[in-house]
């Protein structure tokens, strides 16, 4: 974090191709649907784990870093910051990591121990049954997302109460960060467009898909 810090955060030549390029406001951000650090890069203080926590992660005390202009240099010191509290995180994390086993032992819906397949037919079985048929969710719908690197990670899902879904939709944070690129570009230099792309950090796989 130290060499990046001292490489590029207040090198003139990375300050002249960031600084004042690809902004996107607050509103605009919104508008477009835009999650992650990109987001908060605009000044959006939005993480889905304050949000809506899940895993524990109201237990944790961890800030979340904003931008105020919402340009490519905003966004990457989003990221740094981000980087730094994930590692405060991690460090919480484990001085809190209580002993003993760290998988629930439902034979339901989880995996027995490697050890034990290798040892005991019925766990060789239920693993064979877990990967192979998956399980039954009751009959309904349901929503749930993460906080991706890239921003908000959703699986929306209808279950028939079999084994394999009815209807599924990923809502993916680089499909919908990337869609709000024509508008951070307008008026821009053709070279101004690749610095916009790098700071929206797209994965491709996930948009061609």
Known sequence: MKEYETLLTKN????KRTKGVGIISKEDALNW??????????????????????S???????????????????RYTVRLREMEWSNAIAEQALE???????????PRITLPPKDAVTQDMAALIRQFKI????????KGEVYAS??????ELGFYLVSDGSNHPFRMRIRPPSFLNLSALPKMIEGSLIADVISA???IDIVLGEIDR
Do not use: C, H, N, Q
Request: overall charge negative; aromatic content about 14%; cysteine-free.
């Open 131 to 138: 990967a192979s048929e998956g399980f039954y969710p009751p």
């Open 56 to 74: 524990s992660y109201e237990d944790f005390d961890f800030d979340i870093p904003i931008g105020s202009v919402g340009d490519v240099y905003d």
């Open 33 to 54: 649907g835009v999650t992650g650090p990109t987001l908060r890069g605009s000044g959006v203080k939005y993480d889905v784990r304050k949000a809506f926590p899940y």
């Open 12 to 15: 003139v030549i990375w300050l």
């Open 96 to 106: 809190r990591l209580p002993k003993g086993p760290i998988i629930a032992d439902d």
């Open 146 to 151: 993460v906080e991706a690197s890239k921003g």
């Open 197 to 199: 792309i790098g700071s």
